[in-house]
């Protein structure tokens, strides 16, 4: 493998993986996805996330599955990323994907450098033996455990752009969530970047329109605006809701989420 190898970062420490490294840090129920290092690598007997060297070519998410999938039984289809944190060191980095499972999986140790895989309740982290680059950021990634949900009012975004969505409000929302569908990662929550859940609430004319391209359409009832606020949930996760209209936005920031205008939106997608 070519990111086989140490190398020494500009704070003078040795790391492993030329190119740098990547993990994936898996929770579920309350409990986070755990290896126990072989007795023969460096750390043996410890725990820490899975994870590992990265190639030259190689994005810091693939690196971080194709890691987990070497070393455990872990079907990664079934992993929904919520963001990533980076460690620069300088010329050296070490980047943790943050990813959910819908349930609590059985997994093993698939490699030569696992001992052991397993689910950890978050809590009882703390008492086990740690590998000591994991057991410092531990702290810092036990408050990233969460998913960001990125709630977007239809009618007040079509509405900020005069492009003639009076005439077909259906045909509007169905082209904000197209576009929608293709936002980008965002800087949210606790997140370096973010991959946030997205909802659009649509109300009136557009109440026929269905979700498509990992976009989840909320159908108001009744109030676009009450259905939003009971689209925030209490649930630990980072909601943010886009809407310019400011009573919308102090009861959305009473229910504790961020708010941010449509224009915010408008220059990512387009």
Not at 12 to 35: C, I, K, N, T, Y
Not at 79 to 101: C, E, N
Not at 130 to 151: I, K, Q, Y
Not at 200 to 206: F, Q, S
């Amino acid at each position: 493998m070519d990111g086989d190898g140490f190398t020494r970062c500009e704070r003078g420490h040795m790391h492993w993986g030329r190119f740098g490294a990547a993990g994936l840090l898996l929770f579920s129920e309350g409990h986070v996805l755990l290896q126990q290092r072989a007795w023969w690598c460096n750390g043996g007997g410890t725990w820490c996330l899975f994870g590992g060297g990265r190639h030259a070519d190689e994005d810091p998410v693939a690196a971080a599955l194709r890691e987990t999938t070497e070393e455990s039984s872990l079907d990664v289809s079934i992993v929904r990323l919520h963001g990533r944190i980076l460690d620069d060191h300088g010329g050296w980095s070490y980047t943790t994907m943050i990813g959910s499972a819908p349930d609590l999986p059985r997994v093993r140790g698939v490699s030569s450098e696992t001992k052991a895989a397993r689910w950890v309740p978050v809590q009882e982290v703390d008492a086990l033996r740690l590998f000591a680059p994991f057991g410092e950021a531990w702290p810092t990634l036990r408050s990233m455990l969460t998913r960001v949900v990125l709630v977007v009012d239809a009618a007040n975004v079509m509405g900020s752009r005069p492009d003639g969505w009076w005439r077909d409000r259906l045909g509007a929302a169905r082209r904000l969530r197209d576009a929608l569908a293709g936002l980008g990662p965002v800087s949210f929550g606790p997140f370096d970047e973010a991959y946030p859940e997205l909802v659009l609430v649509v109300e009136g004319a557009a109440r026929a329109l269905e979700g498509a391209g990992g976009v989840r359409v909320v159908a108001a009832p009744g109030s676009g605006d009450d259905e939003i606020v009971r689209q925030i949930g209490h649930d630990g996760a980072h909601y943010v809701v886009v809407t310019a209209d400011r009573e919308l936005r102090r009861r959305c920031e009473e229910a504790g989420a961020e708010v941010v205008g449509p224009r915010w939106l408008l220059d990512r997608i387009g």
